[in-house]
């Protein structure tokens, strides 16, 4: 039988935070060896808000460094950049067809953006889950482990594969989106009601992947809690809960251990335990990613295999897709 497949993928713009890391790429690396997996660089998605082209680059090659340094393993996961491979445009022009401006217009993260780039709403942003939808039809995924802000869009290309099979007949698989039990969506640690963004304003807001110690730690003290100082995951305490989802997933322990350790404690000692426990824990990812960043033949040829072996699933999927349509692909 064919294995199942896994796809997900990462924006290259901004700083990737830790909300990446626990949403994401934690699940990527834990279920790497149960899946034939896809992991992307998606930086065609990135140019859907304005990019400095020298930086788009960097960051481009940054992530890949990033997936490597938290586990990922090139020989068992295809890893490579997304514009390298070009079915992914022309699935997204066939799936343009299938898929309504309507629904385009009502997703949560187009309203967001639209709101937040009013100078510079492009049809690209509007488009941007169809684009996503190629990436994940393209390889005849079964799992998409995403973040809690990204379901909306696995949904999307579920409806879109699920319309698509109807009206061509069977040509894709089905995703479903994964979420993490715990950390699904980490919060700002400035407004607790928001999720941590990479592209916030507020650099206190968000820890990034690539932050220092003492600047981790200097984070967590301010993060924003309540007037109480019991450690306890309730509905009403978005800002220790989310500290408390951090701290669980960084120390694999249970939200209970948690309150029990922290019992009688105040917020002072939690949140500089918290600091403690993320700054060890990266500090050895950004040793690594450092140590393949300055191996740059190392990283390209990681990608370029890569894309070549994506290119080879993509082709057969878009070639099916070409004549089901009716496109000619000569006589
Ligand atoms: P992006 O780059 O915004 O985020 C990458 C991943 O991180 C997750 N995430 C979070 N999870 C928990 N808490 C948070 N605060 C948090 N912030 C971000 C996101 O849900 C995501 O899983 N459109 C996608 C990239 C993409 C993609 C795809 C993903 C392009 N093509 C195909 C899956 C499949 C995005 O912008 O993710």
């Given at each position: 039988?064919?294995?199942?497949?896994?796809?997900?993928?990462?924006?290259?713009?901004?700083?990737?935070?830790?909300?990446?890391?626990?949403?994401?790429?934690?699940?990527?690396?834990?279920?790497?060896?149960?899946?034939?997996c896809?992991?992307?660089?998606?930086?065609?998605?990135?140019?859907?808000v304005?990019?400095?082209?020298?930086?788009?680059?960097?960051?481009?090659?940054?992530?890949?460094?990033?997936?490597?340094?938290?586990?990922?393993?090139?020989?068992?996961?295809?890893?490579?950049?997304?514009?390298?491979?070009?079915?992914?445009?022309?699935?997204?022009?066939?799936?343009?067809?299938?898929?309504?401006v309507?629904?385009?217009?009502?997703?949560?993260?187009?309203?967001?953006?639209?709101?937040?780039?009013?100078?510079?709403?492009?049809?690209?942003?509007?488009?941007?889950?169809?684009?996503?939808?190629a990436?994940?039809?393209?390889?005849?995924?079964?799992?998409?482990?995403?973040?809690?802000?990204?379901?909306?869009?696995?949904?999307?290309?579920?409806?879109?594969?699920?319309?698509?099979?109807?009206?061509?007949?069977e040509?894709?698989?089905?995703?479903?989106?994964?979420?993490?039990?715990?950390?699904?969506?980490?919060?700002?640690?400035?407004?607790?009601?928001?999720?941590?963004?990479?592209?916030?304003?507020?650099?206190?807001?968000?820890?990034?992947?690539?932050?220092?110690?003492?600047?981790?730690?200097?984070k967590?003290?301010?993060a924003?809690?309540?007037?109480?100082?019991?450690?306890?995951?309730?509905?009403?305490?978005?800002?220790?809960?989310?500290?408390?989802?951090?701290?669980?997933?960084?120390?694999?322990?249970?939200?209970?251990?948690?309150?029990?350790?922290?019992?009688?404690?105040?917020?002072g000692?939690?949140?500089?335990?918290?600091?403690?426990?993320?700054?060890?824990?990266?500090?050895?990812?950004?040793?690594?990613?450092?140590?393949?960043?300055?191996?740059?033949?190392?990283?390209?040829?990681?990608?370029?295999?890569g894309?070549e072996?994506?290119?080879?699933?993509?082709?057969?999927?878009?070639?099916?897709?070409?004549?089901?349509?009716?496109?000619?692909?000569?006589?």
């Amino acid at each position: 039988m064919e294995n199942k497949v896994m796809y997900s993928a990462v924006q290259p713009s901004g700083n990737l935070t830790i909300g990446n890391y626990v949403g994401a790429i934690s699940n990527w690396v834990r279920l790497q060896s149960e899946y034939d997996c896809y992991f992307a660089i998606a930086n065609m998605h990135s140019i859907t808000v304005r990019q400095e082209p020298a930086e788009l680059r960097r960051r481009t090659l940054e992530v890949a460094a990033l997936y490597l340094a938290c586990g990922i393993d090139p020989e068992k996961c295809t890893l490579y950049v997304q514009s390298q491979v070009p079915q992914h445009a022309e699935l997204a022009w066939v799936l343009n067809t299938v898929t309504y401006v309507g629904e385009m217009q009502r997703m949560t993260q187009f309203k967001d953006k639209s709101q937040k780039h009013a100078d510079n709403i492009n049809m690209g942003l509007m488009d941007y889950p169809v684009l996503m939808a190629a990436d994940i039809l393209l390889y005849q995924t079964d799992l998409v482990p995403v973040g809690l802000d990204q379901k909306q869009h696995v949904e999307i290309a579920r409806d879109v594969a699920i319309r698509f099979n109807n009206r061509y007949g069977e040509t894709f698989r089905v995703p479903e989106a994964l979420l993490g039990k715990t950390g699904a969506k980490i919060m700002s640690l400035q407004e607790p009601d928001k999720k941590m963004s990479k592209s916030d304003e507020n650099v206190n807001a968000s820890i990034y992947l690539a932050d220092d110690k003492d600047t981790i730690i200097r984070k967590f003290k301010r993060a924003v809690t309540d007037s109480e100082s019991e450690v306890r995951f309730a509905a009403e305490k978005k800002g220790v809960s989310n500290l408390i989802s951090i701290y669980s997933i960084f120390t694999k322990k249970s939200v209970e251990e948690v309150e029990r350790e922290f019992a009688g404690k105040g917020y002072g000692d939690f949140k500089l335990a918290v600091g403690e426990a993320v700054a060890d824990a990266l500090a050895p990812v950004q040793a690594e990613q450092k140590r393949l960043l300055a191996d740059k033949a190392y990283l390209n040829g990681v990608l370029a295999s890569g894309a070549e072996r994506a290119f080879k699933t993509a082709r057969r999927t878009l070639g099916k897709v070409y004549r089901k349509v009716g496109f000619y692909q000569g006589e």
